[in-house]
């Protein structure tokens, strides 16, 4: 049976729930001998979360988060050529030119591609343990509510 | 893994804008650029350092590659409401930069102009004011006559006016509005 391709959308957020050790040294040993250039300057620091207030819709910073992206171009050995980006919420610079290098070789399926789509796979199954967890965890912070209009009723009666 | 030109990196990067300040400070004196190849000009050295996300650029002489915008993260305006104008020093161009205002003098246009030659040349300008001993000498090659002119009208509402950075190949010498040029 034909599995689905994984959704380029989804690349990122399945390797960036791996080990970044992982990432990076797979990264790093598929493109030796590669030339890897920057086609924007690979950026890390912290980004400010923007919300409208919804009484009039005026904005505010609700607090911070670190943000880091890179875009870049990957000429192969062989002088194939493509481009990849990725932009994560964490500010390692190197696990998001990792991750950027990533989108690039599976894009193009260059020389090592099934490895990275492998590391995807495993990345999605720990994002859907990740998510079983989190269900689990609220559902167990429901309040049932129901139960507050019994004790509206008694009150009454008194 | 990635491999990013020096002109791009935060060290040089740092150097060079203690070189800009220097130039600032002592018009007419030639400063040479750092880690400057055939690949990376010196224009494109100091845009390296000065341009970001919150500054405009326009480049009506088309100086600048495709490639090098992203690169710059700059955002491309008019010629009349570009923070910077990067222009060929040997063609002319009619146009108003922005001046600034009473209020905000800072608000003006920097002209980088990129000529042929820088220290030694068919041209030789006098220059007197702030940050110069006397008088100062500048000799060039490359600038077209009508850019002096229009230095000299965008200047007369001081302290409205443009400040210039003149590169050559790896060199670069800055003219700030307050700096008087005559040609000898």
């Given amino acids: 049976m034909n599995q689905e391709p994984i959704k380029r959308t989804q690349w990122v957020t399945a390797l960036s729930a791996l080990p970044a050790e992982q990432v990076v040294s797979l990264c790093t040993e598929l493109s030796e001998g590669w030339k890897i250039r920057p086609k924007s300057i690979p950026q890390s620091g912290l980004g400010l979360l923007k919300l409208n207030d919804s009484a009039l819709n005026d904005p505010f910073y609700l607090g911070e988060i670190p943000i880091s992206s890179a875009w870049i171009e990957v000429t192969t050995a062989e002088g194939q050529q493509t481009e990849g980006a990725a932009q994560l919420m964490d500010d390692r610079l190197e696990l998001v030119e990792a991750l950027a290098l990533c989108d690039a070789i599976l894009a193009t399926q260059l020389p090592g591609w099934e490895k990275i789509e492998a590391m995807v796979k495993q990345g999605l199954q720990l994002r859907e343990v990740i998510k079983i967890e989190r269900k689990r965890l609220l559902a167990h912070t429901q309040v049932n509510f129901s139960l507050l209009d019994d004790v509206g009723d008694d009150n009454a009666d008194t | ?184």
């Fill in chain 2, 1 to 184: 893994m990635l491999t990013l030109d020096p002109i791009w990196q935060p060290e040089t990067q740092q150097a060079q804008f203690r070189l800009l300040l220097e130039a600032m400070s002592y018009p007419g004196r030639c400063y040479s650029l750092l880690n400057i190849s055939e690949e990376n000009s010196a224009a494109l050295a100091v845009l390296a350092v000065l341009m970001d996300s919150e500054v405009s650029l326009a480049d009506p002489h088309f100086r600048l590659e495709e490639g090098d915008w992203p690169l710059l993260q700059v955002n491309s305006k008019e010629l009349d409401e570009a923070d910077y104008i990067l222009c060929d020093g040997s063609k002319t161009l009619d146009f108003l930069p922005k001046l600034g205002s009473l209020a905000c003098p800072e608000q003006s246009a920097t002209l980088i102009l990129v000529v042929e030659q820088l220290g030694q040349g068919d041209i030789n300008l006098k220059l007197t004011g702030p940050g110069i001993n006397g008088v100062n000498e500048l000799r060039m090659n490359g600038l077209a006559p009508h850019w002096l002119t229009m230095r000299s009208d965008s200047n007369g509402t001081f302290p409205l006016g443009v400040d210039w950075i003149l590169v050559d190949k790896t060199q670069m010498v800055a003219l700030p509005r307050t700096t008087q040029v005559e040609v000898m």
